[in-house]
């Protein structure tokens, strides 16, 4: 069997063929498409008709990505169970999360590209001094931010972006830490500022930290004038890691 199948401008019998492919032989499924994409879940959403990437991975993420920023558009977490169906001509990705419940469906209007690829790799990624590493310092060591800090959840979505960590202070008030393993700047207060506005829509105290070794005299400022936190944290070092050997695929 080939590790890589891809066919441009797929029939309908070869898009279901591929799709069904790769969720039955656990492969990694990227699809350049025009579509309509509908979230219902801790809220509601709809995206209109446009050119998209979509990447569904064997363990359940399902990302959709557009032309523009780094981040998906609309995501679901591994663990999310994937089908496909045809509705009135049209077929539709549909991926479920069941806790919390949420539902993410993506109509294919055009298809100009469906590729699979059945990766193997059994190594995991050392991320040295990384802000995943910080996030995990801080979910073993809360203390590092204030005594009585309670994490809660890390990479936590909202409506503007996705939150480093989302806890609770000691009296009891929401806390979003924005994370940057180096000096943080004007742009890392801007990210912490939408995030904490956006959340104030539902919860009546919400606090918002910027967490770094260290931030610009401009970031400062910025984070006095909107009412924002500076906690001073390193990330953490560990030994050099010896270079491993390179493995292909072929």
């Not at 990694?28 to 025009?34: C, D, E, G, P, S």
């Not at 995943?132 to 590092?144: G, R, S, T, V, Y």
């Not at 005594?147 to 989302?166: A, S, Y």
Request: net charge positive.
């Amino acid at each position: 069997m080939s590790k890589v199948e891809a066919v441009q401008n797929p029939s309908r019998d070869e898009l279901m063929r591929m799709v069904d492919s790769a969720l039955s032989s656990e492969a990694m499924l990227t699809i350049l498409a025009r579509c309509k994409v509908h979230y219902d879940g801790r809220a509601k959403s709809e995206l209109g008709s446009g050119d998209r990437v979509i990447i569904i991975k064997p363990d359940g993420a399902f990302l959709i990505h557009q032309s523009r920023k780094r981040e998906p558009v609309n995501w679901q977490p591994p663990g999310s169970f994937v089908t496909v169906e045809e509705r009135d001509g049209i077929l539709v990705l549909r991926s479920v999360r069941r806790k919390p419940k949420e539902i993410l469906e993506v109509e294919l209007e055009e298809v100009y590209m469906i590729s699979l690829f059945r990766a193997e790799d059994y190594e995991e990624l050392a991320l040295t001094g990384s802000e995943a590493e910080m996030a995990e310092m801080i979910f073993k060591n809360p203390e590092l931010i204030e005594p009585g800090f309670k994490p809660l959840f890390r990479e936590k979505q909202i409506g503007h972006g996705i939150v480093d960590i989302l806890g609770r202070d000691k009296n009891g008030n929401l806390v979003v830490l924005e994370l940057k393993r180096r000096k943080a700047d004007l742009h890392a207060v801007s990210q912490l500022k939408r995030y904490v506005e956006a959340l104030k829509k539902e919860h009546s105290k919400v606090r918002g930290i910027l967490v770094a070794p260290s931030l610009t005299s401009g970031a400062k400022r910025l984070l006095e004038k909107e009412g924002l936190e500076f906690r001073k944290v390193e990330p953490p070092k560990r030994e050099k890691l010896g270079k491993g050997r390179q493995k292909t695929l072929f």
